[in-house]
């Protein structure tokens, strides 16, 4: 017998909007206040100084079907109740490995290096060179690692982690390479008593593989320049995605010179072996990552567009269908990088996270038009294939290590917030910024879920310079809303700025950073 429940229904399928009203997608909404500043969905009144802000819906259901995955709460109850802390013996074991191989590297050049060989200036800037030239060889692989989308890095690191990660490292391989070149360089002149602009040519035309490692070098400056974020500005994402990977003939380009010129390489012997299985190691991660995971998830589950339905201005929200979604290993909070497979947009994967908690069937993410890829997402058929990767990233409720959690969004970072919802514990806080009332998403979703789910939900309204949104953002308003902040998880998503002063406001309230976990839009 199908249930009467307005919540518990399929997507809505075909193109008539006008069909799909509010009650169809989320049940009758309850008329609620937001002339505050700081506004309540449920009582729509001001929060109480010293006193719970919020009081429970009486009239709602202890458990009643969600409006996504029709799950019923006592599942979902226990479902989370389950979940285990975050096991950080992951990231542990990724760093000690991490430094023992960059130790290993190092020790081959001391190996290789007896101190009797060092004598004049021409042979400590060769020595400089070939140790920097280690590093750096050895950072390229690890920066090619960690972008290798595998799943176990992922689970153990946490993408936006191996994002900065990557950033970081970044820096240090380009210095590294760069001295590793200018000390070689240098240092042969000195030695054969020529120019360096002489020397130089000499090195390049006498040594193999020396162009091709030049060449190198030159894409590697190149990619840093790209990383400039006024840089990046200027350019669509599409176009300074496929020029970062040009990484990939870095390290084409490079293998060659570093077991021909390099001397702890060159020779048969366990430097060699170790650099041989360094290389295996890490084009195995990136075929794993990049190529064969993605293939087997895209024909195991062979997703396309279900419906496409208009949020607000600007946003929309894509539902998704496929075959066996029961066995999708995806948690609400994480991301999946979409390839919609229609004219003009087949070519380009973006980022999106999920705005619902997965479910049997079917997925959904909201997308805010910012540029012509999105724009083209609001005119997807139903039927149209997808090819997807992930699902990536660890904002998730089985990251949380308190019974209670504390979730801070601003503007299309509503979604990830929306679905987190559905996850974690009772009691939740979620403090949804935004500049007007008509810029809200997911309003009648969030207060049906704050009933259901025993949690309070504040939108706070109005610009940067309000005084209510001034206030709440310092430690002295955000423990007037939220007074056990410091024993609470704190989940944030949305614009850097949001981010920026949560972040601030958090460290003055002395919330362990161990608490505070981040998605903040960054790719």
Not at 257 to 271: C, D, R, V, Y
Not at 272 to 295: D, E, H, K, S, T
Not at 502 to 511: F, N, W
Request: charge should be neutral; glycine fraction near 8%.
């Amino acid at each position: 017998m199908p249930s009467e429940d307005p919540y518990d229904r399929p997507p809505p399928r075909g193109r008539d909007r006008e069909a799909y009203d509010d009650v169809d997608r989320y049940g009758p909404a309850e008329p609620a206040r937001t002339d505050d500043a700081w506004s309540n969905p449920s009582r729509g009144r001001e929060p109480s100084r010293g006193r719970e802000p919020w009081s429970y819906a009486e009239d709602a259901p202890a458990y009643r079907p969600n409006p996504i995955s029709g799950a019923t709460e006592a599942a979902r109850h226990r479902e989370t109740a389950e979940v285990e802390p975050y096991d950080r013996s992951g990231r542990l074991f990724f760093h000690i490995v991490f430094w023992s191989a960059l130790a290993t590297s190092v020790y081959l050049w001391w190996l290789n290096t007896p101190a009797e060989s060092i004598r004049t200036t021409a042979d400590i800037l060769i020595a400089g060179g070939r140790l920097t030239g280690m590093v750096g060889g050895f950072l390229l692989l690890a920066q090619v690692l960690l972008m290798s989308r595998v799943g176990w890095l992922e689970r153990w690191i946490g993408a936006h982690s191996l994002l900065i990660w990557h950033r970081e490292l970044g820096a240090f391989l380009l210095l590294a390479i760069l001295a590793h070149a200018g000390l070689i360089a240098v240092g042969y002149s000195k030695l054969t008593n020529t120019p360096v602009v002489e020397g130089t040519w000499r090195l390049l035309s006498t040594y193999e593989d020396m162009i091709s490692a030049t060449v190198a070098t030159g894409i590697l400056v190149g990619i840093a320049l790209l990383a400039i974020r006024a840089i990046r500005r200027l350019m669509n994402y599409e176009l300074w995605y496929y020029l970062h990977l040009s990484t990939y003939l870095v390290l084409l380009f490079s293998y060659g010179h570093q077991f021909a010129a390099g001397q702890e390489l060159s020779k048969p012997g366990f430097g060699q072996y170790f650099w041989a299985g360094l290389y295996v190691f890490v084009v195995a991660c990136v075929l794993w990552g990049r190529i064969i995971a993605p293939l087997k998830f895209n024909l195991r589950h062979r997703l396309r567009v279900e419906d496409v339905v208009p949020e607000a201005f600007e946003m929309v929200s894509i539902y998704i269908s496929g075959n066996r979604l029961d066995e999708l290993d995806a948690r609400a909070g994480q991301y999946f990088r979409w390839r919609f497979l229609t004219k003009g947009a087949w070519w380009q994967a973006h980022p999106f996270s999920l705005s619902a908690a997965p479910n049997e069937q079917w997925l959904r993410l909201t997308v805010k038009v910012v540029g012509d890829h999105t724009e083209s997402l609001q005119y997807l058929e139903p039927g149209t294939r997808i090819f997807a990767e992930g699902p990536s990233g660890v904002f998730t409720a089985d990251r949380a290590i308190r019974p209670r959690a504390l979730l801070i969004a601003a503007g299309s970072g509503i979604a990830p917030i929306r679905a987190l919802l559905e996850d974690l514990p009772e009691q939740t806080v979620v403090i949804y910024r935004c500049r007007s009332e008509e810029e809200l998403l997911f309003r009648d979703e969030l207060d049906f879920l704050a009933r259901s789910r025993n949690a309070q939900v504040w939108y706070v309204i109005g610009s940067r310079d309000d005084p209510a949104p001034r206030h709440l953002f310092t430690a002295k308003g955000m423990r007037e809303l939220v007074p056990d902040v410091r024993r609470r998880d704190v989940y944030l998503c949305g614009p850097r700025g949001l981010v920026d002063v949560s972040m601030r406001t958090m460290r003055k309230l002395r919330v362990p950073r161990r608490q505070i976990h981040l998605d903040p839009f960054e790719f």
